[in-house]
């Protein structure tokens, strides 16, 4: 932790001494207040991934709701010290966001102790709680569209994808991620590999590697930083790939195919909206295809086919009407 950042959490720490154990603060009541909300995004903003995302989401609700919010922001923090920034955070603001799936167990604890704040999480699956919202992004069903353009733009028949910590939602998206590529070429070889790190670029550029060496020439992920270690594997041996998240076809970056939308920073707007809008509430909600583009959806860069077009707007539409399943979770 940085020297920045350790200041803040012991600043925020002590002013929730003062308050008290029980002291919380509820959502503004004076209509002439702004509303303070603080985020909690666990990886670097600058990961061209999820944190990005969830960055840029804060900022455009920050800037179209102008003075009517004031946002505070914590990032890359790990795992053993999220229960300290997320009470940092609740003692200074009326809704708390968990910008991403690995904060859940340190939300759901730390509400408990400040029931009059809002809290929402952005990833995961579970139930809501009396002040807790949770946002499914529901990754696995791009994930299966991006198996599937994988196994359509592959010239060797053989596709991979690396995921960071080796949980539900980033496990399923890898199963279904080979179970799209198969869906349209049986024959496609998938390989499927966890780093257990999100940002460990060594590990992330050691899988594909060992893809690469057994044929594989389209890479897809769920990873952080991680990333760039697929890009130098990808780079150093002519293969390509599906980026994740944002769509970054704009950056014409050579190595890219095509990217996928996960609407990370567009559940945060969401979060952020239903705050101002006075119309949060306690809720699980899905996200994915049936919230639109901006929610779940894949760019090819410099433009699909006919044929894959095609190809993508059936497998949306049989993902939509469950004609095609895929895990939740």
Partial sequence: ???????????GL???????????????DDAAKP?????????????????ESAYNGMKAAE????????ITSIENVKFADMEQ????????????????????????????????VKFSIVGPTGQPTDNVAQYDVLQAQIGFIAGAVAAMMSKNGAVSYVGGLEIPAIVNTGTEFANGAKHLKPDTKCFVTYTGDFDD???????????IAQGADVHYNILNLGVRGMEQAAREKGTRMIGSYTNY??????????YTVSGIGFMVEYAIDQAVAGTWHPEYKQFGLAMGPRSADIEICGGATPEIQAKIK???EDLLSNKIKVKVG
């Fill in 1 to 11: 932790m940085n020297g920045t950042r350790r200041a803040f959490l012991q600043t």
């Fill in 14 to 28: 002590l002013s929730a001494a003062f308050i008290g154990s029980s002291g919380r603060l509820a959502f503004a």
């Fill in 35 to 51: 509303l303070r909300i603080g985020i909690l995004i666990p990886g670097s903003r600058a990961d061209h991934g999820w944190m």
């Fill in 63 to 70: 800037q179209r709701h102008g003075k009517n919010v004031v």
């Fill in 85 to 116: 920034a997320l009470v940092t955070l609740a003692t200074k603001n009326d809704m708390v966001i968990g910008a991403a799936g690995q904060t859940q167990a340190s939300v759901l604890k730390v509400a408990k102790r400040f029931p009059k």
């Fill in 201 to 211: 670029v060594a590990k992330a550029k050691e899988a594909t590697l060992a893809s």
């Fill in 249 to 258: 076809c704009s950056d014409n970056n050579p190595l890219y195919i095509a």
């Fill in 314 to 316: 059936e497998l949306k």
